[in-house]
């Protein structure tokens, strides 16, 4: 039975070169892979690494699209990776699960748990409830402690406030320790 793997981490933790890295396998090996990435992921139409290395998005989906028949009317690959899964919706979610299980076909999902304000991503709480396999990728905080939450900037100083999303314009983020978050921060949620 093939699986529905969830690799989530704060910022810089490595998500997207480790992506890029399992297509790579695959593609090396002769197998088709299918990368996909959600809309609201403004940055690039790429996965891209911050150590300079990317990666062409096999399919682009919005809030609507129906992601099993999307993935399977692009022909049915050996292994489905998903770059910032924390943008899918639960329904979404429920595909790739359903891509797994009944159609044989290995997922993978990449993204953050929570967001700026702690509070989880939607798409990733509902990955936290159906993935058989959840795995951590680690990264540190400027300390040198493992940052586990994002901390949002805008125009360099630290925010709580704005939307959930937000990826262009003066927004920045920090992957952050629980101690250092809340100096720079000062609450929860």
Do not use: W
């Not at 529905?4 to 197998?31: C, D, P, W």
């Not at 690039?44 to 009317?73: G, T």
């Not at 919706?89 to 044989?104: K, P, Y």
């Amino acid at each position: 039975m093939a699986k529905l793997y969830f690799r989530y981490g704060a910022m810089n933790s490595g998500k997207s070169t480790a992506l890029i890295q399992v297509a790579h396998n695959y593609r090396e090996r002769g197998q088709h892979v299918l990368v996909v990435k959600p809309t609201v992921d403004t940055k690039s139409p790429q996965v891209v690494s911050r150590l300079m290395v990317s990666r062409e998005v096999d399919l682009v989906l919005d809030e609507e699209a129906a992601l099993r028949d999307a993935v399977l009317a692009a022909g049915a690959p050996d292994c489905l990776l998903v770059d910032e899964a924390q943008f899918l919706t639960g329904a979404q979610v429920e595909d790739l699960f359903r891509l797994a299980v009944q159609d044989g076909i290995p997922v993978i999902a990449y993204g953050l748990r929570n967001d700026f304000r702690t509070r989880g991503f939607p798409g990733s709480l509902r990955l936290m409830e159906l993935a058989h396999s959840i795995e951590e990728l680690k990264t540190i905080c400027r300390c040198g402690r493992k940052a586990t939450l994002n901390a949002r900037t805008v125009g360099g100083a630290f925010t709580r406030e704005g939307s959930q999303v937000a990826i262009d314009g003066e927004v920045g983020y920090e992957s952050m320790c629980g101690t250092c978050y809340l100096l720079k921060i000062g609450t929860l949620g």
